[in-house]
T-cell receptor
Framework: GAVVSQHPSWVICKSGTSVKIECRSL??????MFWYRQFPKQSLMLMAT?????????EQGVEKDKFLINHASLTLSTLTVTSAHPEDSSFYIC????????????FGPGTRLTVL | QKEVEQDPGPLSVPEGAIVSLNCTYS??????FMWYRQYSRKGPELLMY????GNKEDGRFTAQVDKSSKYISLFIRDSQPSDSATYLC??????????FGAGTTVTVRA
């Protein structure tokens, strides 16, 4: 149980285009979803936290107009990287928690974004 | 100073050896401590979850927390080549924002 999927697993796009990444909880309802970014050989950095039906909370230094997060249902959250540039190339990982206040997060397999 | 410090390694051990990993942290308010395993180009997988000082065992894995020293450890007994991965420590306060260590890359040689 507690499986989280991401789609796509790998995406290459041209500079200036927008890319949408989906995160789905397959066998549970996720009250909260998280989006992380991971650069090579570095740890996960939390970008934003989203609760179903409400606006995402962004971490300091993360541009909310560039990284649009939508958590439309209890099983789906999307991250859209708008006007992507090469410096946005990274590994994006989502996680989901199924109980408010419960600390365990279940992670998706990640999406590798390469911006040319 | 980073909130969570973890030696990135790499660490290479022969099959069957004990792998010892550790993290230190600066925020004494952290209450919950986790260890994740991450294979290359994959998302992290939860291995151990603890919230009190002391030891917790799960099969070949033992997690140790020393809140007075702000130090946590993970031990892997009888290590196998399939244990080769990056191990991340993570911790949190009473909310669910996780603070991660940088991860230690472990290679178990057959």
């Amino acid at each position: 149980g507690a499986v989280v999927s991401q789609h796509p697993s790998w995406v290459i796009c041209k500079s200036g285009t927008s890319v949408k990444i989906e995160c789905r909880s397959l066998d549970f309802q996720a009250t909260t979803m998280f989006w992380y970014r991971q650069f090579p050989k570095q740890s996960l950095m939390l970008m934003a936290t989203s609760n179903e039906g409400s606006k995402a909370t962004y971490e300091q230094g993360v541009e909310k107009d560039k990284f649009l997060i939508n958590h439309a249902s209890l099983t789906l959250s999307t991250l859209t990287v708008t006007s992507a540039h090469p410096e946005d190339s990274s590994f994006y990982i989502c996680s989901a928690s199924f109980l408010a206040g419960y600390n365990e997060q279940f992670f998706g397999p990640g999406t590798r974004l390469t911006v040319l | 100073q980073k909130e969570v410090e973890q030696d990135p390694g790499p660490l290479s051990v022969p099959e069957g050896a004990i792998v010892s990993l550790n993290c230190t942290y600066s925020n004494s308010a952290f209450q919950y401590f986790m260890w994740y395993r991450q294979y290359s180009r994959k998302g992290p997988e939860l291995l151990m979850y603890t919230y009190s000082s002391g030891n917790k065992e799960d099969g070949r894995f033992t997690a140790q927390v020393d809140k007075s020293s702000k130090y946590i450890s993970l031990f892997i007994r009888d290590s196998q080549p399939s244990d080769s991965a990056t191990y991340l420590c993570a911790m949190t306060l009473n909310d669910y924002k996780l603070s991660f260590g940088a991860g230690t890359t472990v290679t178990v040689r057959a």
